[in-house]
């Protein structure tokens, strides 16, 4: 191997961007006013099909958002996932909430059958409000991710909200550009189906404003609660007049300047994430012991991040080992997240049936998946795996 790095995923800019930042020195706008805040939110909104999107200054501060305006106070309690970044879970505490935490299926979302289960079984309906058996507590709304930009069933989530009164959070931080294809939701974006969604421009993900996020949803009530938090809930701009304790959430022109760049591009990076999962998956499928994990077929999913599941027994290499070996060849790697349910500061929270994510917490692998990726260099990370392969026959 030479000494050239293949990063994991990294931000894929343009000197086309200049032009936008430019202007923002020149006027002055560099801070949380200017025509680029309005201008990106609008091409977000049109994007996805919304009326209306707001930007905040990240993925946590628009969850954070999200859980205040729907009513999430101390002691209730909310249903995550423990397979996702930690991001996703900490909010809740920020409003002295807790979670609840669900395991995965195989797509790595979380399970709906197990919600529904624990939900029925673990659980009581009294007066539109969900009693949780074990603590006592009010469940009020559930967390739903969409892990690697691969659509959950909103369908039966949407289904399992109705029934129990529940508030739904879509955590597409991850998601921006993943569709709904097939059934009641085609069509649709992630993030535009439950009570609120949430995006994120880290920059790891597919588009990037160096760090923001945007907030969206059908309910024009709730998006104007969320703009006014989220200023510091100034009521009076005059006079400085604060009713509430708000926030200072809001993104700055600088990160729209690059986001309304961005976004004119996403599809363009989304054409060749699919282009080199398919050439990655072509050849995965002949190393034995390496699966390359799929996206669910109903969907047109971003593809955000491409996982591989290591089977030691057939590979000769355990995912650690191969992790090391990859990052010592300059191919950038990394594990799962550590699991929610197991970190310190949630070890004595309530978990349920977690079985599923544990395995994939122990066997799965990411790789490079830049949407500015080239072919060649995705055939260097995938003759590594070939030749990291130990052959026991």
């Known amino acids: 191997m030479d000494n050239k790095v293949i990063p994991l995923s990294v931000p894929n800019l343009s000197l086309d961007i200049l032009e936008n930042v430019r202007e923002t020195i020149e006027t002055g706008w560099v801070s949380t006013g200017g025509r680029f805040i309005q201008e990106f939110e609008a091409k977000l909104a049109q994007y996805v099909g919304v009326e209306r999107a707001i930007s905040c200054q990240s993925g946590t501060s628009g969850l954070h958002l999200a859980l205040r305006v729907i009513g999430i106070e101390p002691g209730d309690e909310v249903i995550v996932p423990t397979l996702t970044f930690i991001a996703a879970v900490n909010p809740i505490r920020y409003m002295g909430a807790e979670p609840v935490f669900m395991d995965c299926d195989i797509t790595l979302n979380m399970d709906m059958d197990k919600l529904e289960e624990f939900l029925k079984n673990e659980c009581q309906f009294i007066d539109g409000l969900v009693i949780n058996n074990q603590t006592k507590k009010v ?10 930009g691969n659509p959950i069933q909103m369908e039966k989530l949407m289904v399992i909200k109705e029934k129990y009164n529940l508030k739904i959070i879509e955590d597409a931080t991850e998601a921006l550009g993943s569709i709904y294809l097939e059934g009641k939701y085609a069509g649709r974006h992630c993030g535009t189906i439950g009570d609120i969604g949430v995006y994120s ?90 699966t390359l994990l799929s996206f669910r077929a109903d969907t047109r999913s971003n593809h955000w991040f491409y996982s591989i599941i290591v089977d030691e027994e057939k590979y000769g290499l355990n995912r650690d080992e191969l992790l090391r070996k990859l990052n010592e060849d300059n191919i950038q790697t990394r594990p799962l997240w550590g699991l929610i349910h197991r970190q310190k500061p949630y070890k004595e929270n309530q978990g349920y049936k977690i079985e599923k994510a544990g395995f994939f917490e ?32």
């Open 139 to 148: 469940i009020k709304a559930i967390i739903v991710v969409h892990v690697f």
């Open 201 to 290: 421009f880290n920059a790891n993900k597919i588009i990037t404003t160096g760090g923001g996020g945007m907030i969206v949803s059908q309910n024009p009530e709730l998006l104007n609660e969320i703009a006014f938090l989220s200023v510091q809930a100034k009521t009076d701009h005059l006079f400085f007049i604060h009713d509430e304790v708000g926030y200072n959430y809001r993104m700055t022109n600088i990160q729209a300047a690059f986001g309304t760049n961005q976004i004119d591009k996403l599809e363009s990076f989304i054409e060749t994430k699919i282009k080199n999962y398919n050439y990655y998956k072509t050849s995965i499928e002949n190393i034995e012991g390496l």
């Open 362 to 393: 122990k066997n799965l692998i990411n790789i490079p998946c830049s949407s500015n990726l080239s072919e060649k260099d995705v055939g260097i990370v995938i003759r590594q795996l070939e030749a990291n392969r130990k052959r026991t026959e």
